[in-house]
């Protein structure tokens, strides 16, 4: 079962203003073939395909935590493309309908965002194509699905830098540089695990692609906390086998900061959630939206 705790796992600048194209391209970054999708995905139904979990436990935490994290992750990207898509307009602007207030969103290079979605984010790529099952890779070999975690975490750090290298808007950047630092950690962790079960040492491998992290400015204060040496189990009793992996005895990546892994018992400290507003005129029509509110807030003051 899955705790759900109503924080994002970084906190994202709020954009100045709508930038739909930049959403577009972080919904590579979603639902691409190295997307977030894919990595839940991959993890997910590998945790619970998983064979002998009592004798392998170490592998199987290891899958099973970075599974949970890869479920925040989604959340932010799909939080970012909603940022960037958030608007045109605010839910106290009056906009005639009959003057094509939204115009300019006919020309968004993912303009189903706007007809379709509301602004939001869709489990789909850059060019609108559905993210699918034919992503995941779950074989029951322990051993061929770590290496491909391992590609798959190697790849979508080249993914993200790609997506980082168009933007210049900084809540997208600040999502790239979030994901890049954590992509590092489960490739580490990944070639950590195929080195305990196999003898190989595929951390020397790492870091591949050979990004340049102290280059990226959205990248440092990740750096700087230790959050490239930290895995999570967000505050479950269960999943502590994978320190057999993710050990002490081991230390960060060279090129980044030094210092010994680390499993942290609760979650990243993460930061709150932007509060999206929708133009209820034209935007997003509804019912009464004054009296939805009210309702809500009645029920609000009702829970407390």
Same mark, same amino acid.
């Given at each position: ?138 074989? *029951? !070999? ?10 798959? +975490? ?5 993914? %993200? &830098? ?115 507003? *929708? !133009? ?10 004054? +009296? ?5 807030? %009645? &029920? ?5």
């Amino acid at each position: 079962m899955f705790m759900r705790i109503d924080k994002l796992q970084a906190e994202l600048p709020v954009p100045k203003k709508p930038d739909p194209n930049a959403a577009a391209a972080l919904q590579e970054l979603l639902g691409g073939k190295y997307g977030e999708m894919s990595t839940l995905g991959n993890y997910m139904f590998q945790s619970f395909n998983f064979r002998n979990k009592t004798k392998l436990r170490p592998f199987y935490s290891l899958v099973s935590a970075i599974f949970m994290e890869e479920l925040g992750h989604v959340e932010l990207v799909s939080n970012g493309i909603a940022m960037l898509n958030n608007g045109p307009g605010d839910d106290t602007e009056e906009v005639d309908v009959s003057k094509a207030p939204f115009e300019d969103m006919k020309d968004a290079r993912l303009a189903g965002s706007f007809f379709s979605n509301g602004g939001g984010a869709m489990p789909v790529n850059s060019n609108a194509q559905s993210w699918n099952a034919d992503m995941v890779t779950t074989t *029951g !070999n322990l051993i061929i699905d770590l290496l491909h975690n391992f590609h798959l +975490e190697c790849g979508a750090r080249l993914h %993200k &830098l790609r997506v980082y290298e168009t933007l210049t808007d900084p809540t997208g950047r600040e999502v790239c540089g979030y994901l890049l630092v954590r992509g590092s950690v489960h490739a580490h962790a990944y070639g950590l695990a195929l080195k305990k079960i196999t003898g190989v040492e595929i951390e020397k491998m790492l870091p591949t692609p050979n990004i340049k992290l102290d280059a990226i400015p959205e990248c440092q204060k990740y750096l700087q906390e230790g959050s490239h040496r930290r895995l999570y189990r967000f505050g479950s009793p269960d999943y502590a086998e994978m320190a057999g992996i993710w050990s002490n005895d081991e230390v960060a990546l060279p090129g980044d900061p030094p210092g010994n892994l680390e499993i942290v018992e609760g979650p990243p400290e993460g930061g709150k959630m932007a509060e999206l507003l *929708g !133009n209820y005129g034209a935007f997003a029509p509804d019912y009464a939206p004054e +009296e939805i509110f009210e309702v809500a807030t %009645k &029920l609000y003051k009702k829970s407390r």
